[in-house]
C-alpha cells in the first residue's frame, strides 16, 4: 500500500447494531452504519469519505440508469477463531473490479483507495462483523455513471461506494435448478465476463419466469448452441464427473469467479483432478443417470459453496445424489471456511487482516 489517504470520516450519530437482529440477516438488506463514498471528476478521485449509510442525492439524469454504466463486486470480512477481521482475497475482485470498469468504458479505481476505503470502513464497521460460523460481512464495491447527460457517450462522472452488509449464505438449502435453453445471459463480444449491472437485468425475467415454475435458480447455457453450460448469474458452476472436479472454463460469457478459483485451487492441493473445459449439458444429464455425475454445486462470494439437488432440462426433473453423502464439495468447503476463519493455516495468502 501506498501513502495514507486522506479520507473524511463522519460518524453516524447512532448506531443501529443494537436494533438490528444477527439471528435473522437476510442477504443485502441491513446494512452496516457507515458507506465509503469517492467521486471521480475531472480525471481524478476526489472526495474520498465514509459517512453514514443512507441516500445520496443525484440527478434523475445520471447516464448509470439510462445508459447501465455500471459495476460492482462482492466480497466478505470474516471474523477469525482470534478476533481479526479479515477479508479474503482481495486483491482478486480489485482485479476483476478494474476488468470490469475497463470494459465498460469506465475509470480504473486505484488500488489504495479500494483497499483503504475497505480498511477505513471496517474499522468504524467493526462491530457489524458477526461472530456466528458461517456469517461474514458481506462488501459490495459499486461504481456508476453520474453525468447529468442523456448524450450516448462514456460518462465523465462517477461514484465509487462500498457498502457493507452481515450476512449468511446467500442460498439456505439444496437448489432445484433449470437449465436454460430460451434465453441467455451472455453472447460472445459482450459483456458477460464483465460484472455490470445489464447481466443481471437481463437475467431476471427468465428467472422470474424460473422462480414461477417452482425453481431456485437457472443454469445459464451458451448463446449459440445452448449445448453447453456457462454458470449460474450468481455463481459459478462445478460438476464432479468420474470422481474429477468438472467446470465450465472462463470465457469472454463466464464471470471469473474467485471462489470457484478458490476450490480449484484447493481441490489441486488436495490431489483431485480439475478439468476447465467446455461442458456440455448432455455429459451432465448423462451423468446423473449413469451415475458418473456425483456431486455438483455452486460456486461464489455470496452463494459461497451451494449443492444443487435438482437440475431440469427440457422438462425432465432430474434427481442428484444425496447433497449429505458428497464427500467433496463437503470437504472442500469446510477446508475454505477453516482458512477464512483463521482455523487452518492461510498457505495461499489469502486472508487480509484489516
Ligand atoms: C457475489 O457472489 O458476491 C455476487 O455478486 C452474486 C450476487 C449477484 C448475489
Known sequence: MNE??????????????????FSQLPF??????????AEYEDGAWTNLQVLPYG????????SALHYGQAIF????????ADGNISVFRADKNFERFNKSAQRMAMPAIPEDIFRQGIAALIDIDKNWVPNQDGYSLYIRPVMFATDPYLGVRASDKYT????????????SKALKVKIETEFTRADEGGVGYAKTAGNYARSLHPFAEALKEGFDQLIWTDAVSHEFIEEAGTANLIFVIDGKLVTPSIRSTVL???????????????GIEVEERRVSVKEVIEGIENGKLTDAFAAGTAATVTPI????????????????????SAGIAKTLNDIRYGLAPDEFGWNWIV
Open 160 to 171: 465509487f461506494a462500498l457498502l457493507t452488509t452481515p450476512t449468511g449464505p446467500y442460498y
Open 73 to 80: 463486486e462482492g466480497m466478505k470480512a470474516y471474523r477469525q
Open 55 to 62: 441516500p445520496i442525492p443525484m440527478s434523475p439524469a445520471i
Open 256 to 270: 471469473d469467479g474467485v471462489t470457484r478459483d478458490t476450490i480449484i485451487q484447493l481441490a489441486k492441493k488436495a
Open 309 to 328: 439437488g435438482e437440475i431440469s432440462y427440457e422438462g425432465k426433473l432430474h434427481t442428484l445424489t444425496d447433497p449429505a453423502t458428497r464427500t467433496i
Open 28 to 37: 443485502g438488506k441491513v446494512f452496516s452504519d457507515h458507506m465509503f463514498i
Open 4 to 21: 495514507t489517504l486522506d479520507i473524511t470520516i463522519t460518524k453516524a450519530d447512532q448506531s443501529r447494531l443494537t436494533v438490528t437482529d
